[in-house]
């Protein structure tokens, strides 16, 4: 009983001691998970390879012909493959939770690290930084692609395209804030992930907020409410952060779009904080 | 021990005539049981069809059209539509036109030479325009002058017609629908175009020159209850000017108000009992389509200067079709059905996880033990989900066009009918549709083992391409390549209305068009999950469970 006691202020200390670290040590056991199967570095790469090759395309296949006025954006032209690889980073963000939910390991894990809020914003903080990366280098890619293809296919700065290379400030907003964009679908699709936990229903609920929204929309036919909806959806609002033409007939100015994808990325991870936290596992 | 050495052979031999002889029935209920007893699944079917409708109803009911006639007391819905012609096939038809005309009574012809054909239209940027300001020249693409046979100067009456065109040289167009080419290139003094009908009986031939004495017949056409005493004439009309001719933005739409003048001389009118003197009548009100009250009324002024005439006129002889072009806020019943993307998520979802949960339990190698012949196992499992997609979609269509279409009607859109063969085409097509969706989800789920990723790329091949064409993210000419070859060219099967080469429109999808036609994009997606199916039962058969 006496050594029971003498070693009760021993844990409390150690706790102490291993609360400041315990977020470092949290981030190291889920950068480990991570990095040891194939999994999440395939998908990465698959959205730098996807972005570019959908841009590059987008890109290429678009002429603008002498004697005709071409109503594009070639900022947004260049930066289309993004609607693709935010499927992929969305894919990424859900297997980060669902896997260990569907092979158990989410237990283990718990056991191992208690508090689970340190968990989760572990890894959402490794995911973010990851998928930021991979999204700087699609987004370069793409922006690369259009500063190359375009002048070439009609789209010069003599006939009023601006130009685009990072140089130009709303290209290289429309840039930055694309990979901004990657990693807060990837945040959103986290939180969802967490609430669902399972990877195939979690995938159909975010698949239907990144593409269903703008679809339904584009149906509505009271332009009021078309409006007033495009304002809050997550993908309509967000991708208005490439725009670099025409921004005063958008439905909402590029930098509060972005915010919108925002409110939606952090009631996403607050709802699913909290489930998380209150759930069993 | 001699009791259990006996009783081995008893189940092989069972193990051996469950797949012969009970066969795929068994493999079929099997799969059925697996299927309605998790119970998530059947709720997930359930949803699909719910949302489906909840959110083609909400489409459509949410569309408010609202308008002041004369300053009289404002007024929603019905309403707000002005008269609106049918054509002799029924269809909804634009009919307003300038008429310069006389009765003909019994058979005969009537010969002109056109020498121009002119127009003005508003200037599209310099902001928004009226007829009679801000307009510039220039000719709309299917702006049309010339000859016309028509029952009466009632809109939507039988007719035929010779015309000379904006873009498309000289036509024969009858019946609002019909649309022969005749020759190619554009009037001018030194280049006119004669043109020439003929009635014998009901029957009207159509002829052009370039000379007035080397005649080539262009078109005959059978006019089915055409009285003896008609109008013939010269006309004149011009549908809006749209920006859609440009080659890049095939998608985007910008119009206004244009008129077409045209100059004939030379006009003869030969047999029947002619008056001799020409009435100008603006059929239809002359305005943009439908402006006009029913019965043709009011003169137009047109000029005689000596032998000839100078005729201006606004409007069109055409079928209406969807979108901004018309003038009319039509619907068509593929409009109600956007839920169906709802709808084509969820089974989708449930699709794939039938069979890649299968490997995430286990379950699979009890599954292929019981029945060794895997190709069976998939076939089982692609039927099964299939016939559960089918009927959900089924139900899902037939509520939402049920329910949506006369919520769009009270609305005050026009809805452009379809023949109940297309009906029948368009909410069928989409049930198989999405039952083939499904069957390509669970081969890619077979394929991939991973549920995630099956429904992904089932889900993102078929959503994209419609979503990058609807939103003009993407050129219109990747766009319908897009349409063509990804699995997204099955939604072709919900076009409902024809498309009409002599009407300048948005073809859009959003606006029910589509560059495959129905049946050949409903292919392209069966083509799709076949070759899943295909590489699904190599796979399966190559890898350990």
Redo the contacts between chains.
């Keep these: 009983m006496s050594t029971a006691v003498q070693t009760q202020p021993a844990p409390t200390i150690a706790t102490a001691a291993a609360r400041g670290a315990s977020l470092r040590h949290t981030l190291h056991a889920e950068w480990t998970k991570l990095r040891t199967v194939s999994g999440p570095a395939w998908l990465l790469l698959g959205v730098a390879a996807l972005t570019i090759a959908v841009s590059t395309a987008a890109v290429g296949a678009t002429h603008c012909p002498q004697n005709l006025t071409c109503p594009v954006d070639t900022t947004k032209l260049s930066l289309t493959g993004i609607q693709f690889g935010q499927a992929v980073v969305a894919i990424l963000a859900v297997l980060t939770v669902s896997n260990e939910y569907s092979s158990g390991m989410m237990r283990v894990t718990l056991a191992a690290m208690p508090r689970r809020q340190a968990v989760l914003a572990a890894k959402a903080i490794l995911l973010a930084a990851l998928v930021l990366v991979a999204g700087a280098v699609a987004v370069f890619g793409s922006v690369l692609a259009g500063h190359l293809i375009l002048p070439g296919h009609g789209f010069t700065a003599a006939r009023g395209f601006h130009p685009v290379w990072l140089s130009y400030g709303p290209t290289l907003r429309a840039a930055s804030g694309s990979v901004l964009y990657l990693g807060l679908i990837a945040l959103m699709s986290l939180g969802v992930a967490v609430i669902v936990r399972d990877s195939a229903v979690s995938i159909g609920v975010v698949l239907a907020l990144l593409y269903l929204f703008p679809i339904i929309l584009s149906f509505i036919g009271n332009e009021h409410w078309q409006h007033r909806l495009e304002r809050w959806t997550p993908t309509v609002a967000g991708l208005t952060i490439q725009d670099t033409t025409g921004l005063r007939s958008l439905v909402i100015t590029p930098w509060a779009g972005l915010g919108v994808l925002a409110i939606w990325a952090a009631a996403a991870m607050l709802a699913g904080g909290l489930v998380f936290r209150f759930r069993d596992v | 021990m001699t009791t259990q050495a006996i009783s081995v052979p008893r189940p092989e031999a069972g193990f051996g005539d469950g797949p012969r002889g009970g066969g795929f029935g068994s493999l079929l209920r099997a799969e059925w049981i697996k299927f309605r007893s998790v119970r ?1 699944w059947v709720i997930g079917m359930i949803l699909a069809a719910l949302l489906t409708i909840f ?1 083609g109803v909400f ?1 459509a009911a ?4 609202g308008c002041q006639i004369n300053g009289g007391p404002p007024k929603s819905g019905k309403a707000c539509l002005p008269y609106i012609p049918h054509g002799p096939g029924g269809e909804i038809v634009t009919d307003s036109f300038s008429f310069a005309r006389q009765p003909l009574t019994g058979n005969g012809t009537i010969t002109a030479r056109v020498t121009s054909l002119t127009g003005e239209h508003a200037d599209l940027n310099g902001g928004p325009a009226q007829v009679g300001s801000g307009m510039v020249p220039g000719l709309a693409e299917w702006a049309k002058v010339g000859i016309i046979i028509k029952q009466s100067t009632h809109q939507g009456s039988t007719y035929a017609a010779m015309m000379v065109t904006g873009r498309h040289g000289v036509r024969m167009q009858y019946n609002f629908t019909g649309d022969t080419a005749g020759m190619p290139g554009a009037v001018s003094a030194a280049h006119p175009r004669w043109l020439r009908l003929t009635r014998s009986g009901d029957t009207i031939t159509g002829y052009d020159s370039a000379d007035g004495t080397h005649w080539t017949q262009v078109g005959t056409v059978q006019l089915t209850g055409l009285p003896s005493t008609v109008q013939v004439g010269m006309f004149a009309a011009s549908p809006g000017y749209t920006v859609t001719q ?4 095939g998608n ?1 739409f910008a119009g206004g108000p244009a008129q077409a003048t045209g100059v004939f001389d030379h006009v003869s009118l030969a047999g029947g009992a002619p008056s001799g003197a020409w009435t100008g009548t603006t059929v239809g009100g002359g305005g943009p389509a439908g402006a006009g009250p029913g019965p043709g009324g009011g003169s137009v002024p047109f000029t005689r200067n000596g032998g000839s005439y100078t005729l201006t006129g606004s409007g069109d002889i055409a079928p209406v079709t969807p979108g901004p072009g018309g003038g009319l ?1 039509t ?1 068509t019943i593929g ?1 109600s059905l ?2 169906v ?2 709808g084509l ?2 089974i ?2 449930v699709a ?2 039938f069979f ?2 299968e490997y ?1 339990r286990g379950l699979i190698r009890t599954t292929l033990a019981a029945a060794p012949r895997r190709g069976a196992v998939l076939a089982a499992k692609a039927v099964v989900i299939g016939a559960v997609a089918f009927v959900t979609g089924l139900v899902a269509a037939v509520v939402s066009i049920g329910v949506g279409v006369p919520k769009e009607e009270n ?1 005050g ?1 026009v809805l452009l009918t379809a023949s109940v063969l297309t009906e029948v085409r368009v909410i069928v097509g989409t049930a198989a549709m999405l039952a083939v969706a499904a069957v390509f989800a669970v081969a890619l789920g077979a394929i991939l083992r ?4 099956a ?2 790329i089932a ?2 091949t078929v ?2 391409p ?3 064409t ?2 003009n ?3 219109a ?2 766009g319908d ?1 897009l349409l063509r070859v990804t699995p997204a060219a099955a939604l072709a099967i919900e076009q409902s209305v024809p498309r009409y080469s002599q009407v300048t429109t948005v073809t859009s999808p ?1 606006r029910g068009y589509y560059p495959l036609s129905p049946y050949a994009g409903f292919a392209v997606l069966c083509l799709w999950a076949a070759a899943a199916l295909a590489l699904a039962l190599v796979m399966l058969r190559r890898r350990d469970a």
């Design positions: 998530g959110l489409a949410n569309a408010n059209i440009n080659s890049f933005g985007s806020p619907v409009q956007v839920g993307f709802v998520i969820a989708v979802v794939a996880m890649s949960t995430r609305s859109q991973r549920s995630a990723a429904i992904t889900v993102v959503v994209m419609f979503l990058l609807a939103l993210v993407v050129p000419g990747v390549w959003v």
